[in-house]
């Protein structure tokens, strides 16, 4: 069965969002849906895209879990912006929350060291 995922983060300033989240992500978006939608395939068929939706925007909440989770967050930091929170769960798994403008959380989850 195939199977491709889309998730979405609502935004109040499209502009914004797609500058943070080039940031966040490290690169333009893969594609341009429409004027008010921006998608980045993270892997095959696994996809984030934002969409210009006042109102609804700042209620999403995602984990990304990457294999190179050190790596990762230091580039993150780089591109200038630090987690909100960290987190090391009891059985090690460790979690970098980032929160875009809006409030919308992005976590970057990894495995124990």
Do not use: C
């Not at 943070?20 to 095959?44: H, M, Q």
């Amino acid at each position: 069965m195939a199977l491709d995922l889309y998730a979405g983060i609502p935004v109040n300033d499209y502009a914004v969002a797609l500058h943070w989240y080039e940031r966040l992500l490290g690169s333009p978006p893969t594609f341009i849906a429409s004027d008010t939608e921006a998608v980045w395939e993270l892997a095959e068929h696994r996809s984030v895209f934002i969409e210009h939706r006042p109102g609804h925007a700042g209620q999403a909440m995602h984990t990304i879990f990457v294999d190179d989770f050190d790596t990762r967050v230091a580039q993150i930091a780089g591109r200038g912006l630090e987690p909100t929170k960290r987190e090391t769960y009891p059985n090690g798994v460790r979690k970098a929350i980032y929160h875009d403008p809006d409030g919308n959380e992005i976590g970057f989850g990894g495995a124990p060291l």
